[in-house]
Structures are given as C-alpha cells and as structure tokens.
C-alpha cells in the first residue's frame, strides 16, 4: 500500500469516527429535548405520547382536586380551546392556584391524562413563561395587561 493510499485511508476512518461521534451527541440531545405544548396540540394529537415534554396554559378554574392524606393533586390546564387533565404527586409551589398560568412537565399516561413530573407557576404578579403568553394571544384568549411583558420579572 502506498503512502498516499495509507494517509487517504487515515483521513476516511477520521471522518467516519467523526460522522459516528456526531450522530451519538444528536442522538443523546434529543432524548433530552424538551419540546412546549398546549393543550390545542395535545387535543389535535400532535404530540407523541411516549416523549416527555412541556405543556403550558392557565389552570382551569374549578378543576384542583386534592386526594386527602396524600400529595397528589388533579387539575386540568386550557387554553381556552381545549383543556388537559393533569396528575401530580408532589408538593405543588406555593404561587399553584386556580387561573393562574403554569407549566408542566411530564407526559401523556395511556388514558391520555397528563402525567406531571414538575410544576412550574409564575413567580410575580408581572410574569407568565413567553411561550405560554404567545399561545393565549394567538388564540385569543390573553388577557393580561396592556402595559404586560410577557417572559419578563423580577427573579
């Protein structure tokens, strides 16, 4: 074998190690990948029930069920289109209530619940995660403050 041979074979096993080492990073990123969702996504099946991910909206008022002596809670998430029916076990923030704007994470359960791992609430009275203020304006159903910034707050 000659030695331009040798150095061209050096150079395609390099790039075929590189090409392999890309596609595992990939690969890993998206098995972490977290996409946002509403409620409209998830009632029109756009979503795949066996990836976890987010999903934002306003807690329908009337919906928080406590189950006594325990730390699950149910509620449902709209987005004034469609609503999902959220599981929970855990302690949810104190700023949870009823109207509020939240985001969760998790995934869908085979009876097509919500199974939340986390709970994230807004943390001032001038804030709600930009996504889910994005979603609301589009449809129609914001109604927060003109002078509002959406995605803004003091930490």
């Given at each position: 074998?000659?030695?331009?041979?040798?150095?061209?074979?050096?150079?395609?096993?390099?790039?075929?190690?590189l090409?392999?080492a890309?596609?595992?990073?990939?690969?890993?990123?998206?098995?972490?990948?977290?996409?946002?969702?509403?409620?409209?996504?998830v009632a029109d099946?756009?979503?795949r029930?066996?990836?976890?991910?987010?999903?934002?909206?306003?807690?329908?008022?009337?919906s928080v069920?406590?189950q006594?002596?325990?730390?699950?809670?149910?509620f449902?998430?709209?987005?004034?289109?469609a609503?999902?029916v959220?599981?929970y076990?855990?302690?949810?923030?104190?700023l949870?209530?009823?109207?509020?704007?939240?985001?969760?994470?998790?995934?869908?359960?085979?009876?097509?619940r919500?199974?939340?791992?986390?709970?994230?609430?807004?943390?001032?009275e001038?804030?709600?995660?930009?996504?889910?203020?994005?979603?609301?304006?589009?449809?129609?159903?914001w109604?927060?403050e003109?002078?509002q910034q959406?995605?803004?707050?003091?930490?």
């Amino acid at each position: 074998m000659t030695r331009k041979r040798r150095r061209l074979l050096f150079v395609g096993l390099g790039l075929l190690g590189l090409f392999a080492a890309a596609a595992l990073v990939l690969t890993a990123f998206e098995d972490n990948l977290l996409f946002f969702h509403t409620p409209s996504d998830v009632a029109d099946g756009k979503v795949r029930a066996d990836r976890a991910f987010r999903l934002g909206g306003l807690v329908e008022e009337g919906s928080v069920q406590r189950q006594e002596g325990t730390t699950k809670v149910d509620f449902a998430i709209t987005d004034g289109n469609a609503e999902v029916v959220v599981s929970y076990d855990g302690i949810l923030p104190d700023l949870f209530r009823e109207g509020q704007g939240v985001v969760v994470v998790g995934r869908l359960d085979t009876e097509g619940r919500f199974a939340a791992d986390e709970v994230l609430a807004k943390h001032d009275e001038n804030y709600m995660p930009k996504e889910v203020a994005d979603r609301l304006k589009e449809q129609g159903y914001w109604q927060g403050e003109e002078g509002q910034q959406a995605g803004s707050g003091a930490q």
